[in-house]
């Protein structure tokens, strides 16, 4: 979709790109078609750059958490950083410190996908180049990450949100996972979170 939104014309990117962007006027419109799509959409053109990221990330926590509990988390992460950085923008817009217009504002991209998976990544990755690839990515996202912070910009915000989360549950799961395995291998199979299996969870 990324890509597809991008090589359009102008007119037809712009369009998108409002009707996919998690603003407050959008998530009182169509929440979940703009909480799904904005994930997949970017403003930047950068499309290129986000898979990179991603795929580093995206393997590196995988190998850790699994693929369904990955998946969850960063989902939930997506979700969770969207509504309390949209919440914080729309009391600022009821107490005055930011206008009307802000119910409108361009917020789509990956990064609160992508830097989580390589947050996780870095701290989690059961191998020396899987936590070298996404501490590189990390670092090469940092700057752009959390600049608004102090202003309690929604990107910024969202972004402490969602890499919080993740370092918080992520170490559970990643044990988890591992305790299941471990029982396994060893003849007690328990059952994974998307239901009995007769090997190990991935």
């Known amino acids: 979709m990324a890509s597809y939104v991008t090589t359009r014309p102008a007119p037809v990117r712009d369009a998108w790109v409002a009707y996919l962007s998690t603003n407050l006027a959008n998530l009182a419109d169509h929440p979940v078609r703009a909480l799904v799509g904005s994930a997949f959409v970017t403003d930047d053109g950068t499309v290129v750059s986000w898979v990179v990221l991603a795929v580093v990330g995206l393997t590196a926590a995988g190998d850790a958490l699994g693929n369904v509990r990955l998946a969850a988390l960063l989902a939930g992460g997506h979700v969770l950083a969207t509504l309390v950085s949209e919440n914080v923008l729309a009391a600022q817009v009821r107490a005055g410190s930011m206008p009307t ?46 600049g608004g912070l102090t202003r309690l910009e929604v990107s910024s915000v969202g972004h402490v949100v969602a890499i919080g989360l993740a370092l918080l549950a992520g170490p559970t799961l990643a044990a988890d996972r591992r305790a299941r395995r471990a029982a396994a291998l060893s003849g007690r199979v328990p059952s994974c979170p998307d239901g009995p299996r007769l090997r190990p969870c991935r």
Do not use: I, M, Q
Not at 112 to 131: D, F
């Open 101 to 146: 217009t802000a119910r409108f504002l361009v917020d789509v991209g990956p990064s609160y996908v992508v830097a989580p998976a390589l947050a996780l990544g870095l701290l989690l990755a059961p191998t020396l180049v899987g936590r070298a690839a996404s501490g590189l990515g990390l670092a090469l996202l940092a700057p752009h990450l959390f």
